[in-house]
């Protein structure tokens, strides 16, 4: 689950439930491969385990987004199942054998592909939020 928070709302991706002021809490369903894509950014640098992985999405976004351990393993053994990432085994900052994670070249041009649709995207929502 992908949690985004700003000003007492809150946004979770995977089933987007977004929390408003008032006690009821209204559904949405959101672009399904949105965290798919923030992983995929996120390991284009550096490979990275899967709990420095949630800690980046959360650093780059100024903690407004907030990645679900429940939601982030399921994804990332998806992506690799997709050829879209590798792992290997390795040791973490703390000393703990961990899984670190890393883009393949078909990751490379899956990234390239979503974030071009996730412009398109974000423009065309920006329109109608503008004009409508």
Do not use: C
């Given at each position: 689950?992908?949690?985004?928070?700003?000003?007492?709302?809150?946004?979770?991706?995977?089933?987007?439930?977004?929390?408003?002021?008032?006690?009821?809490?209204?559904?949405?369903?959101?672009?399904?491969?949105?965290?798919?894509?923030?992983?995929?950014?996120?390991?284009t640098?550096?490979?990275?385990?899967?709990?420095?992985?949630?800690e980046?999405?959360?650093?780059?976004?100024?903690?407004v987004?907030?990645?679900?351990?429940?939601?982030?393993?399921?994804?990332?053994?998806?992506?690799e199942?997709?050829?879209?990432?590798?792992?290997?085994?390795?040791?973490?900052?703390l000393?703990?054998?961990?899984?670190?994670?890393?883009?393949?070249?078909?990751?490379?041009?899956q990234?390239?592909?979503?974030?071009?649709?996730?412009?398109?995207?974000?423009?065309?929502?920006?329109?109608?939020?503008r004009f409508?």
């Amino acid at each position: 689950m992908l949690t985004f928070d700003i000003n007492g709302r809150k946004l979770l991706l995977s089933n987007v439930n977004i929390k408003p002021p008032s006690p009821m809490a209204a559904r949405l369903d959101l672009l399904q491969g949105t965290l798919d894509l923030l992983i995929l950014r996120t390991l284009t640098d550096d490979p990275r385990h899967g709990w420095a992985i949630s800690e980046r999405i959360q650093e780059l976004s100024q903690d407004v987004l907030r990645v679900n351990q429940g939601s982030l393993y399921p994804a990332l053994h998806r992506l690799e199942h997709q050829g879209w990432i590798a792992s290997d085994w390795g040791v973490s900052d703390l000393g703990r054998r961990a899984r670190f994670y890393r883009l393949t070249a078909a990751g490379r041009k899956q990234l390239e592909r979503e974030t071009e649709d996730w412009a398109r995207f974000s423009v065309a929502v920006g329109r109608v939020l503008r004009f409508a």
